[in-house]
């Protein structure tokens, strides 16, 4: 085993009533549960009653139409204190930092790469620094907007393997910020309920990257572009000044192929970017992280694999061979082009043989061979 794990750990107390029959049991939380997806042979004894509790009680579902019943948390009841330290679960060089935010985490010290997993506090900086790599990812306001998405190409980023490194404009942040909110008020216009748990742009990058300082506008960039649609010319002009060589955007056919090979630049949705990039251990670490503290469907990595299908099918397929038991849902219709421009969206270098040139990926770097 090449990873270890370090962290907070708690039990989660789940409780329904069936028939007037009260009913309780308890599972592991945090770096216990890590602990277990991974099949580390080292859980931590969450269940000894000592560690903290934290209480939800459970409702039965019944979809008809989906012909599928199931429990969904319905009510949290608070927690009681307890212990919180996990240790470390082995010796391995590698390790995952499993983060609840309850603080007082003191750190072996490490020799290998870092994975730091939080979703309620603030990183390290120092260990965080170490798994930062070469800046040549830029994200577009679509894409910030798109919480799922947003959050599997964060979080992927930050694993070992990762060979991007994620930025973004102050102008993408406030379009993306925009965009959020604009699905807020029409999600509570259609079903008068409020989405309270929904981090905004900013949130985010303060949260995860606290470290990274938006990307500087570069007017008179943009004023020397030609094909790119006006209102993605800053965007672009952004992203070249910084030296990002690729623009992830959901509007591929919005940037322009003369300026894109000026700058020598590349185009491409976030579904092709995420299925070149991205190996089946970044993919299901990414899912696994993006699960924990989640209210309400999907409850397992194969059910966020098969609803990401939908929406992201290139990605999704390349992951098939993970889940042989689930079945991909078919995809939304696509329109409009998945990759433009001259560099490999996973190297960055430039593209030079017609096939690659279409694809938007060179011959090393399609086979998935980091
Ligand atoms: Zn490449």
């Known amino acids: 085993m090449t990873i270890s794990v370090y962290g907070h750990t708690y039990a989660r107390v789940f409780t329904y009533t069936e028939n007037g029959v009260h009913n309780e049991f308890s599972v592991p939380g945090g770096a216990d549960l890590l602990c277990r997806l991974l099949r580390l042979p080292f859980g931590l004894p969450a269940e000894t009653g000592a560690y903290r509790r934290e209480y939800a009680e459970l409702k039965h579902y019944d979809d008809r139409q989906g012909k599928k019943d199931y429990y969904a948390i319905a009510r949290r009841m608070g927690f009681t204190d307890g212990m919180t330290q996990a240790r470390v679960a082995n010796e391995a060089p590698g390790l995952i ?113 606290p470290d990274m300082r938006l990307v500087a506008e570069a007017p008179e960039v943009a004023e020397t572009l030609v094909d790119t649609a006006p209102t993605d010319r800053p965007i ?30 590349s185009a491409v949705t976030a579904d092709m970017f995420m299925a070149f990039n991205l190996t089946p251990g970044m993919y299901v670490d990414a899912l696994t992280r993006m699960l924990e503290g989640r209210v309400g469907p999907p409850y397992s990595v194969a059910e966020a694999h098969q609803s990401l299908s939908r929406t992201r099918p290139v990605l999704t397929s390349k992951m098939r061979d993970l889940f042989p038991d689930t079945e991909l849902e078919p995809a939304a219709k696509t329109v409009g082009p998945q990759f433009r421009g001259t560099v ?26 980091h």
């Open 236 to 265: 672009l002009a952004a992203a070249a000044a910084t030296q990002a060589r690729v623009v992830v955007t959901d509007n591929v056919a919005d940037f322009g192929r003369l300026d894109l090979q000026r700058l020598g630049m």
């Open 344 to 369: 490999c969206i996973v190297c960055g270098r430039t593209l030079t043989d017609p096939i690659s040139q279409t694809v938007g990926v060179g011959p090393a770097c399609r086979t998935g061979q």
């Open 97 to 209: 930092v499993w983060d609840e935010g309850f603080g007082g985490l003191d750190f072996p010290p490490v020799q290998g790469p870092v994975l730091w997993a939080s979703n309620k506090a603030l990183p390290d900086r120092a260990l965080f620094d170490r798994v930062a790599k070469n800046c040549v990812l830029f994200l577009d306001a679509d894409v910030l907007a798109a919480p799922r998405m947003r959050t599997l190409i964060l979080i992927a980023g930050l694993h070992k393997d990762a060979r991007y490194k994620v930025c973004w404009s102050g102008l993408a942040e406030q379009q993306g910020n925009s965009a959020l909110l604009a699905q807020a008020a029409d999600h509570y216009r259609r079903t008068g309920e409020q989405w309270t748990r929904r981090l905004s742009v900013t949130d985010v990058r303060v949260k995860h990257l």
